[in-house]
């Protein structure tokens, strides 16, 4: 549907049409300031009377088309429902030293921790429609990458742009949970809920991991550790093949405190079918309630008719100019030609006479 947000524009539409038909002023005098024209030969007497004077047909259509233009056309497209219930959650992600460790299996091949988290964490994210989503990345330190959005793609870019060692190789558990925390806090109605996600124990940051968790008790936020890596590796070297275990720095019991503490729940994630469990269960998580919301697309349809006015313009003035060129030219190839024919004659005659 075509709507139009400045309607009250129309009315300047008959504006011209009074003006060309109020009578001519009677003026004998002559003009005491001549005012240069704007395209030259336009006052030549070359001109035919039909070409005097612009056609009113083609002011009034450039005129309404410039009206059309001023009051800004829209196309206002169908309602759109915006979901009215979703989740609001905050995922920390491990960059360490440690996540770049080849232990994970996943469709087949085995790639490291990092590698592994961005093609299983970009699928969760991908399901999450009409849930706010942020994003921290905690190593030494931790920062938030992007704040609370709507906007999956950008969190799912933001995640795949992360490399190792982007915030350091050690783990700051502590400030990672602290941050989130600190973010819940601006916004008075929120499920609270923090999806940690890393493969050590806490090695660096200004607070631990118990002074974070009274925090996220005292906030009422919600805490689903997950806990990456490999039971079992096979290592190659000189003296033949064994069998250790590359997760063994993991802190699983500080993991599962912050999680049930909180009311959450603590995973191991070894392959992609264990997180499938963390889908079904962030599934069952009370939504926040939001009013009811319909948007409609509007797109700007005022440049068609302004492109319409100009082109027309451009062409009549095209028009108006081209017989001038067209006609000077002709008037000096026939002067030149009429003299070329006199000298031919005098030639001639001189031969003669000769």
Sequence with gaps: MIEFALPWVFVALPLPFLVYWLPAKANTEAAPLKMPTLIQGMNSNERGNNRKKTPLSLLASVWLLLVIAA???????????IPTQGREMMVAVDLSGSMQVEDMSLN???????DMLKVLLGEFIERRVGDR??????G??????????????????MLDETVLGLVGKQTAIGDA????????????????????????QNTAGKITPDQALELAVAKKVTIYSVGIGADVMIQRSLFGKRRVNPSSELDEDTLTQLAEQTGGKYFRARSSEDMSEIYNLLDQLEPVEQEQQQMRPLTALFFY?????????????LLLNAPSSFFSHSKFSRKKFSNK??????????GKHG
């Design 71 to 81: 009051s800004q056309p829209q196309w206002l497209g169908e309602a759109v429902n």
């Design 108 to 114: 087949g091949s085995t790639v490291n921790r990092l």
């Design 133 to 138: 989503l942020g994003l921290i990345l905690f």
């Design 140 to 157: 030494d330190d931790a920062y938030m990458q992007t704040p609370m959005t709507f906007d999956r793609k950008t969190v799912q870019q």
């Design 177 to 200: 949970i602290a941050l989130a925390v600190k973010r819940f806090d601006e916004k008075e109605e929120s499920n609270r809920v923090l999806l940690l996600l890393t493969d050590g």
């Design 305 to 317: 008719p302004l492109a319409i006015a100009l082109v027309m313009t451009f062409l009549y003035i």
């Design 341 to 350: 024919n006199k000298q031919t004659s005098a030639s001639l005659v001189g």
